[in-house]
């Protein structure tokens, strides 16, 4: 039998279980939508998890979430036990986890705040680029309003370049004036939804732009 990576993305390829029921798949894309009795489950992406305090942040914000009638799935809803796994073997395993996760929703919040440097965190980009190709409904937001050339300037500096500004090494800084990489701010846009930002900087932990981007969600629904 032949499968197509599309299915192994969209997770219908069949897979071994190891003796394990396989997770019903939950609805998805316009007929998932079209089920009313069900609320959408949105999936909250971004590095929340890492925060000192992550279980009481999902917790505000899935708070927030069921208050617009959405269904809220944190990444840290499920632990995976590190016994009886090397390191690598429970990374991975939290990995597929998310995944899982992921693909049983309709939707996500997807934290764009910058994390460990100028952009976005890297695990939470991944996540977008898998749920784009699923066709989910994408929504994004950022505590940091500065665009990502202006943080990229601000953290390693600038010299002139041929055609733009480069930092020092000679790597050009995208001149577009968006959120994040284009390929970020285009993954946003073609799952439907936009990114909201704030006026001013806020702190991680400020809920102000994520309202606003549930409530865009939820009124999606």
């Known amino acids: 039998m032949r499968i197509t990576r599309l299915e192994i993305l969209r997770g219908e390829a069949p897979q071994e279980t190891g003796g394990r029921a396989p997770p019903c798949p ?33 917790e505000k914000k ?7 009638g959405l269904a809220p799935v944190f990444p840290l809803d499920e632990f995976v036990p590190p016994e009886g796994r090397s390191p690598a073997e429970h990374g991975l395993a939290i990995a597929e986890k998310d995944f899982r996760l992921a693909r049983s929703c309709m939707a996500a919040l997807v934290n764009l705040t910058p994390f460990h440097g100028p952009s976005m965190d890297v695990g939470t980009a991944v ?14 937001y950022s505590t940091d309003p500065r665009p990502f050339g202006a943080r990229i300037a601000e ?41 909201f930002l ?24």
């Open 155 to 195: 953290t390693y500096g600038t010299i002139p370049g041929e055609r733009r500004p480069t930092t020092p090494d000679g790597y050009s800084i995208e001149p577009f004036g968006l959120t994040d990489n284009l390929m970020v701010d285009g993954a946003i846009r073609d799952g439907g939804g936009r990114v």
């Open 26 to 58: 939950a609805p998805r894309g316009a007929a998932g939508r079209a089920k009313k009795d069900l609320k959408m489950r949105v999936y909250l992406a971004g590095p929340d998890v890492f925060h000192p305090e992550a279980l009481a942040l999902g």
């Open 127 to 140: 996540e977008l680029g898998f749920m784009v190709a699923l066709g989910h409904r994408l929504v994004g």
């Open 198 to 221: 704030p006026d001013t900087p806020l702190p991680f932990e400020d809920l102000t732009v994520f309202r606003q981007a549930a409530r865009s969600l939820a009124a999606s629904a």
């Open 62 to 68: 899935k708070q927030i979430c069921r208050e617009l």
